[in-house]
């Protein structure tokens, strides 16, 4: 029991909550739709800290790049692999999702129901609505895009000042380490929180919900291998010129420390080191590159999202159109930059994209009660993206030769 409440296992008391939640959901089916309550508590709880969680986050990854002239190089060629890199996972992962399609094909003995409007703007509304009249009145509405934007020009703005914005920057890294403090408070009661919404959720929509939860699992641990293959390995190997099999081994003793951490920051050391040692690449470019991709550099996150979006819009029968599908790639791409580093902190993020979306939240209880499984997948690709991008960065400065280190390596 002592070994259950330590602080590193908060997955097993979530896992704990799950079990205890469907066997809730079967015994007493009515007091479980009662106490739906604690659940939607919990949830509440974590939209309030959407945007101080994403405000902070988002300031402190630009900010902290301290270099000015730096950040305009990082501009011009890192972040901007970065966000190819991106786009080209959510792609490939919306076509698996869709090919797969896991909200679908179950029988529920009450069919999920949302009526509530989804997001699906043009380009004119989009561009109106990021750009806020009120920053103050934006984030009370809970409108996270405008708070992106915003954040992300005044933090530049830190960084251009100097020295004069250096006690701006302390007073964010403080504010940010209370409201992650914050976050972790309130990720401590998940337990209680995914044990309701699992009892609620067994209790209207019978055993199906497990077919479904399976199939998601199934469809982002799939995305997520067939992203490391199509969108990192393979243009890596034929750009740099480093052998597919160096890469794949390499990359497989990243994989056992994110499998067993699910942390990028932890796994941080293991990646510098395999990166030079292993696979060649120039120290300066690696220690700037991979602490950099910790925050930026999210293919995980492709999966994760592009799954989710398709998977709840499923399973409430809800047609997301081409428009709305365009923008949940572009919203993905933005948020992910706040992912938080802490155990469940997707959770967060996950809430805070359906919203955005207009896609109904009560899911990510569930979700929450198996999330560890998602998250070592998730991060083991988001690892795996910065190993691939920091040897392509190098290549492209001409600072590696990837069939020189192969050669070497055999």
């Given at each position: 029991?002592?070994?259950?409440?330590?602080?590193?296992?908060?997955?097993?008391?979530?896992?704990?909550?799950?079990?205890?939640?469907?066997?809730?959901?079967?015994?007493?089916?009515?007091?479980?739709?009662?106490?739906?309550?604690?659940?939607?508590?919990?949830?509440?709880?974590?939209?309030?800290?959407?945007?101080?969680?994403?405000?902070?986050?988002?300031?402190?990854?630009?900010?902290?790049?301290?270099?000015?002239?730096?950040?305009?190089?990082?501009?011009?060629r890192t972040v901007l692999l970065y966000v190819v890199m991106f786009i080209a996972s959510?792609?490939?992962?919306?076509?698996?999702?869709?090919?797969?399609?896991?909200?679908?094909?179950?029988?529920?003995?009450?069919?999920?129901?949302?009526?509530?409007?989804?997001?699906?703007?043009?380009?004119?509304?989009?561009?109106?609505?990021?750009?806020?009249?009120?920053?103050?009145?934006?984030?009370?509405?809970?409108?996270?895009?405008?708070?992106?934007?915003?954040?992300?020009?005044?933090?530049?703005?830190?960084?251009?000042?100097?020295?004069?914005?250096?006690?701006?920057?302390?007073?964010?890294?403080?504010?940010?380490?209370?409201?992650?403090?914050?976050?972790?408070?309130?990720?401590?009661?998940?337990?209680?929180?995914?044990?309701?919404?699992?009892?609620?959720?067994?209790?209207?929509?019978?055993?199906?919900?497990?077919?479904?939860?399976?199939?998601?699992?199934?469809?982002?641990?799939?995305?997520?291998?067939?992203?490391?293959?199509?969108?990192?390995?393979?243009?890596?190997?034929?750009?740099?010129?480093?052998?597919?099999?160096?890469?794949?081994?390499?990359?497989?003793?990243?994989?056992?420390?994110?499998?067993?951490?699910?942390?990028?920051?932890?796994?941080?050391?293991?990646?510098?080191?395999?990166?030079?040692?292993?696979?060649?690449?120039?120290?300066?470019?690696?220690?700037?590159?991979?602490?950099?991709?910790?925050?930026?550099?999210?293919?995980?996150?492709?999966?994760?999202?592009?799954?989710?979006?398709?998977?709840?819009?499923?399973?409430?029968?809800?047609?997301?159109?081409?428009?709305?599908?365009?923008?949940?790639?572009?919203?993905?791409?933005?948020?992910?930059?706040?992912?938080?580093?802490?155990?469940?902190?997707?959770?967060?993020?996950?809430?805070?994209?359906?919203?955005?979306?207009?896609?109904?939240?009560?899911?990510?209880?569930?979700?929450?009660?198996?999330?560890?499984?998602?998250?070592?997948?998730?991060?083991?690709?988001?690892?795996?993206?910065?190993?691939?991008?920091?040897?392509?960065?190098?290549?492209?400065?001409?600072?590696?030769?990837?069939?020189?280190?192969?050669?070497?390596?055999?």
């Amino acid at each position: 029991m002592k070994v259950l409440f330590e602080k590193k296992n908060l997955f097993l008391r979530v896992a704990v909550g799950f079990v205890l939640g469907v066997v809730l959901g079967f015994a007493l089916p009515e007091f479980s739709i009662a106490i739906k309550v604690v659940g939607d508590i919990y949830l509440n709880l974590i939209k309030m800290m959407i945007i101080p969680i994403v405000f902070c986050a988002v300031f402190c990854g630009i900010a902290n790049i301290r270099d000015g002239a730096l950040l305009r190089k990082v501009g011009v060629r890192t972040v901007l692999l970065y966000v190819v890199m991106f786009i080209a996972s959510a792609a490939i992962s919306l076509a698996i999702a869709y090919v797969i399609r896991p909200g679908l094909g179950t029988v529920f003995e009450n069919a999920p129901e949302y009526a509530g409007d989804i997001t699906n703007p043009t380009v004119s509304s989009f561009l109106t609505t990021i750009v806020p009249t009120n920053i103050i009145q934006a984030a009370a509405s809970g409108s996270t895009l405008p708070v992106i934007l915003f954040t992300i020009v005044f933090a530049i703005a830190i960084v251009a000042v100097g020295d004069a914005g250096k006690p701006v920057l302390d007073f964010m890294n403080s504010l940010s380490a209370a409201f992650f403090k914050m976050l972790g408070y309130f990720m401590e009661i998940s337990p209680v929180g995914v044990m309701s919404l699992m009892a609620f959720s067994v209790a209207q929509y019978g055993a199906g919900i497990f077919g479904a939860l399976a199939k998601y699992i199934l469809c982002c641990w799939l995305c997520c291998v067939a992203v490391f293959f199509l969108a990192m390995a393979l243009p890596t190997c034929l750009y740099t010129g480093v052998s597919f099999c160096t890469l794949l081994r390499a990359c497989g003793k990243v994989s056992l420390v994110t499998l067993s951490t699910t942390s990028s920051a932890a796994t941080l050391p293991t990646t510098i080191n395999v990166s030079m040692e292993d696979l060649g690449a120039p120290e300066g470019i690696s220690k700037f590159t991979l602490p950099l991709g910790c925050t930026i550099n999210m293919c995980g996150g492709a999966c994760s999202f592009c799954c989710l979006a398709v998977f709840v819009s499923d399973f409430y029968s809800i047609n997301l159109p081409f428009g709305t599908i365009v923008f949940l790639v572009l919203v993905a791409t933005l948020i992910n930059m706040a992912a938080p580093g802490i155990p469940g902190g997707g959770v967060v993020l996950g809430a805070s994209f359906l919203s955005i979306l207009g896609l109904p939240i009560d899911l990510m209880g569930p979700i929450s009660g198996f999330y560890r499984l998602l998250d070592m997948a998730f991060t083991t690709i988001n690892v795996e993206g910065d190993v691939a991008a920091n040897l392509m960065i190098a290549k492209s400065v001409g600072e590696y030769d990837g069939a020189t280190v192969s050669r070497k390596a055999a």
